[in-house]
């Protein structure tokens, strides 16, 4: 790495160039929570949301779904396909939770029919949202406005919402034996240089999905495996991140 050019850092990894059309991410300690408001670092958590990362890139291609991923260098590091970013992030919702509860409290949202009002209310059949990725704070986009805008096609918004549902239907069909719910997740894709679009960025880290834990959660409790143990401070992100992988690499065996 230090023989190769920085290009940028996001909230928790750093950019490197390795070649004209490839790229290494470098997956750090840091978090990152509230649009960068509440930050901190914890040990090995680069190794384990690079190890989880490349466990559902491995599966998702098995599965059929394209995406940047290569191989993983050293056990903090990610060899991926150099793309042209898509602008949006690309939420996926089964559960009530996060912003979406939050712009429903706020009055800001109508909920589609059927849908629950509490945490972890059921969203039957799922949904997709949009949020902007090149704006300082993250912000919801209606399709009109990504048509408008020229950052995607109707055509490759319909593709996308395939895509993500598919994603969606992988990973949580995998994590049924694992005894772990995906509340929900994000995504974001990228065009190659033949305009084919592709899975981009990091898939399936409790970095950027919720887990929770089944058993808890038909209880009526929700016990979180990823990110919202430092949002909501409820207790130390290493352990709740060695546990989810865990649980995953048990699966595997
Ligand atoms: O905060 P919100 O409820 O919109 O987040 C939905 C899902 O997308 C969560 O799993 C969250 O971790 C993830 N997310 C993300 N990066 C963002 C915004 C949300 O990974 N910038």
């Known amino acids: 790495k230090e023989n190769l050019k920085y290009v940028s850092s996001g909230k928790a990894k750093d950019i490197y160039e390795n070649s004209n059309d490839t790229l290494i991410f470098e997956f750090t300690d840091r978090v990152t929570a509230f649009d960068g408001k509440k930050k901190s670092e914890y040990n090995e958590k680069g190794e384990i949301t690079c190890k989880i990362a490349e466990y559902w890139f491995k599966i998702l291609e098995k599965n059929g779904i394209p995406t940047h991923y290569i191989e993983c260098p050293t056990p903090t590091s990610m060899l991926v396909k150099r793309l042209d970013i898509v602008p949006v992030e690309v939420i996926w919702r089964n559960y009530m939770a996060g912003s979406l509860l939050r712009r429903y409290l706020a009055g800001?949202?109508?909920?589609?029919?059927?849908?629950?009002?509490?945490?972890?209310?059921?969203?039957?059949?799922?949904?997709?949202?949009?949020?902007?990725?090149?704006?300082?704070?993250?912000?919801?986009?209606?399709?009109?406005?990504?048509?408008?805008?020229?950052?995607?096609?109707?055509?490759?918004?319909?593709?996308?919402?395939?895509?993500?549902?598919?994603?969606?239907?992988?990973?949580?069909?995998?994590?049924?034996?694992?005894?772990?719910?995906?509340?929900?997740?994000?995504?974001?894709?990228?065009?190659?240089?033949?305009?084919?679009?592709?899975?981009?960025?990091?898939?399936?880290?409790?970095?950027?999905?919720?887990?929770?834990?089944?058993?808890?959660?038909?209880?009526?409790?929700?016990?979180?495996?990823?990110?919202?143990?430092?949002?909501?401070?409820?207790?130390?992100?290493?352990?709740?991140?060695?546990?989810?992988?865990?649980?995953?690499?048990?699966?595997?065996?």
């Open 108 to 253: 800001d949202i109508t909920l589609p029919q059927g849908v629950g009002t509490e945490e972890g209310s059921l969203i039957p059949g799922g949904m997709i949202e949009f949020t902007t990725k090149f704006e300082a704070v993250d912000r919801p986009v209606a399709t009109d406005e990504i048509i408008s805008n020229g950052w995607l096609s109707e055509e490759e918004i319909e593709y996308i919402r395939d895509l993500t549902k598919r994603i969606n239907d992988i990973i949580s069909q995998e994590l049924t034996s694992s005894g772990i719910i995906l509340a929900d997740f994000k995504v974001e894709y990228g065009r190659t240089p033949d305009g084919e679009i592709i899975l981009a960025d990091e898939v399936g880290t409790p970095d950027g999905c919720r887990f929770w834990k089944k058993d808890e959660f038909e209880k009526g409790f929700i016990a979180s495996l990823d990110k919202d143990v430092f949002r909501k401070n409820i207790g130390d992100l290493t352990v709740a991140y060695r546990e989810l992988f865990n649980k995953l690499q048990k699966n595997n065996i």
